[in-house]
């Protein structure tokens, strides 16, 4: 897997989001957490658009030949940035008939609250995180909508990722009701062991799509999009 796959591919065949506070947007900071097992990476706005066209085209010169995948959530910078991913957590009215992008070829992702959103997220959305969870949220209305309507080795399916934060003991019940992609909040960064936390997170995730019996040929699919 290189980063020359497509952007689809790598966004079908991702694990494992994190979301960074803008405050914890700093490349050596995040580089270790990174290794553990991140697949996509979620940079908050700091409120000045400039600054946040910087930080995404700085982690994206460190990140140019591997396949993670770079988000902002700012919209206002993402053409700026030729942002590869924007994230809107709330999204409002569209501006002039349409969504933010950075540039033709972008990623558009939001946050999924309710089971309404998840059901019917609409067209233009390329993946969801369906939260923030807790441990016991596994019944909630948005999570059993995703099971069952999203299912996530499905060619038909949106990928989404459970939102939470999650450690690889709290994660698990999701991943044995279904969920295969795990989206990390802020929080986790504030671990004073965040890298061995992503890492467990990882692990259980990657033993949740080994032991899957429809993995295989959608990894295979997932590799041509």
């Not at 995404?56 to 988000?71: D, K, S, T, W």
Request: proline letters at 5%; glycine letters at 6%.
């Amino acid at each position: 897997m290189t980063a020359l796959m497509s952007l689809g591919s790598r966004l079908a065949l991702a694990r494992v989001a994190l979301h960074a506070r803008s405050d914890q947007s700093d490349i050596d900071r995040l580089a270790p957490v990174i290794r553990a097992g991140v697949d996509l990476l979620v940079l908050e706005a700091s409120g000045d658009d400039s600054r946040d066209a910087d930080t995404l085209g700085a982690f994206r010169e460190v990140y140019a030949h591997v396949p993670l995948l770079l988000a902002t959530t700012n919209g206002d910078c993402a053409e700026d940035a030729s942002a590869d991913v924007v994230h809107l957590e709330r999204p409002g009215w569209k501006l002039w008939g349409s969504y933010p992008r950075g540039h033709q070829w972008s990623l558009l992702g939001r946050n999924a609250c309710d089971a309404r959103t998840v059901r019917r997220p609409g067209d233009e959305w390329q993946y969801l995180f369906v939260g923030p969870l807790t441990a016991d949220d596994t019944d909630s209305p948005p999570f059993v909508e995703a099971v069952s309507r999203q299912r996530p080795f499905s060619s038909e399916a949106l990928p989404w990722f459970v939102l939470g934060d999650f450690s690889a003991q709290s994660v698990a019940p999701f991943l044995a009701a279904g969920a295969r992609r795990v989206a990390l909040t802020d929080a986790v960064l504030d671990d004073p062991d965040a890298v061995a936390r992503v890492g467990a997170v990882r692990a259980a995730v990657e033993h949740a799509w080994s032991s899957d019996a429809d993995a295989k040929a959608y990894r295979l699919a997932a590799a041509g999009l």
